[in-house]
């Protein structure tokens, strides 16, 4: 499956209906989850200038997996980073990190106990929706009872989306 045209293509025709924000990134979360063959995908939305965030938009294969929703918005900013690697990435600014497995990832690149005990799973995408300097988002696929090489193609795939749903989170959390 070539999903580094699938899944942006996928999104282009998501984006091309025009939808509100919030049925538009319901949607993408859905396609990026059953493209990719994970078991849960979630978006934390955020508004970059109040420093804080929210997990917004989930998917689950299925309905005995966490929803993880976060209805209240939550700084992020104070000592969230210093607990999880993976946030102060995207707050830096730096690439999406793309955890194979999370037993082997090391502490250089997450904390292995806040990521099974706040989110369960094994393999993930923490894919940085970022603009101008700040984050707007974090869009993350994952799998839990086993572990994924994630490929070039589907890095590929996810990177191209990324800037593509901004527009919709900047809209949502306007």
Known sequence: MNIANQLPNAIDDLLDKKYTADKTLNEAVRIVGETLGTDRCFLYVRQPDQ??????????????????????????TTDLPQRDPLIRAGLN?????????????????????????????RALVHAHIQKDGQLWGILQPCLFEQTHHWTDNEKTG???????????????VG
């Open 158 to 172: 996810m990177e191209a989306i990324l800037p593509k749903l901004q527009p919709a989170i900047a809209e949502f």
């Open 93 to 121: 600014m730096e690439p999406s990190r793309y955890v194979d497995d999370i037993k082997a990832a090391g502490p250089g690149v997450l904390n292995e106990e806040f990521e099974h005990k706040t989110f369960g799973h």
């Open 51 to 76: 420093e804080r965030g929210r997990i917004a938009f989930i998917w689950r294969k299925d309905g005995q997996i966490d929803k993880l929703f976060q209805p209240d918005w939550g700084d992020d």
